[in-house]
């Protein structure tokens, strides 16, 4: 980063210059990193709206113009013309792999599969309609109880390898707390499937039959890991980040950033979305919800609508509705109410001026649940498979952290707006 420029701040007759840093593209950043010890002054922003936590190589978003790109590739591309683990290769090390280079990276992320046969104990534990989520935070915690050679973060090694155990688990995992939710046994991961036939044969098939994967639905399943690998500071990563600033091993930054994810405002939204979807239930029942969402004493939110960044459309919403309407057609499940309901609330909501005002586009959560309810998951899965998909984004961003010669623990500090000093008052004078 270079600073050729600065800002001036005035205070109390004080002139503090402040360094502007220049990024690649995008909006350059005031460092403020020396403010408090030059003027004993902090700055104030809940939520971070206006806040870069980071420098970062990994990904850009362009919330106008509606872009994002993984190491400078745009995500429309990648959904198209690559797949999950080259864009897995591609977050992790900056570069598109050769052909020998994926093909060792997929070697050594499908013999990372299976998990130790003990951690299926963690399972029963757990009621058997407990969230799915629930059962993933707790059980890729546990990960470090089980992989203690690779939770060293000081070895680069350990931390390679920790990497890959997770990029290679999570879907396993997943898959395991569906079928314990449905109350069928497990299923081992398939070395011979790709990725994400391995992934939907972990959760379809069962002992009792042949389960013949459909290359079209993969397809399609690899391209909702594509879009949700990565995704700038979002909440769960910069989770992530501050998990892992404290020197916690992988596996409980993970887990930390599961936990974060399952927020309706945040990951939770894809189940929320579609739950609202069957909510609203046929189109004429629209305009009775979007008066609520507008309804400032309404609590009630359209779930997949509106961004923190996203002030235009949001990428990944565009790629997901095409890939709705291929997987819908594949099925042959033609008059989806559901589906009628979401195309109609997005054109509705486009033509709202509240919506239009505020800038409430179809975020990547809104088209998602729609395409995996029509492959069988339940809503309930719907963002554990976020949480697969973002783990190697997460991943990424915690290793670039952790390689930061800058790193150190993230501690923010407050606006103290409680009681001034006051004496303690024994209870029988109160
Ligand atoms: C993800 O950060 C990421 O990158 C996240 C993510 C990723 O890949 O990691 O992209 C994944 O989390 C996508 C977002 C999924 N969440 C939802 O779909 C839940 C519904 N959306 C909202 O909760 C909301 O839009 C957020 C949380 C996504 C963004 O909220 P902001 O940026 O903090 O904006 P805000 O809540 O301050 O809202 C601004 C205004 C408010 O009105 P005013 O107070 O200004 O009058 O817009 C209104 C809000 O009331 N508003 C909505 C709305 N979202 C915002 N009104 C109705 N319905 C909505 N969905």
Redesign the pocket.
Known sequence: MTDTKSAKLILDNKSFDLPILQPTIGPEVVDIRKLYGQADIFTYDP?F?STASCDSTITY?DGEKGELWYRGYPIEQLAKQSHYLEVCYLLLYGELPDQAQLEDFENRVTRHTMVHEQMNNFFRGFRRDAHPMATMVGVVGAMSAFYHDSTDIADPMQREIASIRLIAKLPTIAAMAYKYSVGQPFVYPSNELDYASNFLNMCFSVPAEKYHVDPALARAMDRIFTL?AD??Q????STVRLAGSSGANPFACIAAGIAC?WG????G?NQ??LEMLQQIGTVDQIPEYIRR??D?DDPF??????????KNF?P?AKVMKESADEVLDLLGIEDNETLKVAKELERIALEDD??VE?K?YP????YSGIILSAMGFPTSMFTPIFALS?TVGWIAQWKEMIADPQNKIGRPRQLYVGSDKRDYVAVSKR
């Open positions: 939520g709206t978003i949700h995704h700038e979002n909440a769960s990563t994810l309706p405002a945040h990951g939204a929320a979305a969402a507008k400032k939110r359209l779930m997949g609508f509106g961004h923190r960044v996203y949001d990944r509240y919506f505020k409430l975020n990547v959560d809104f973002r």
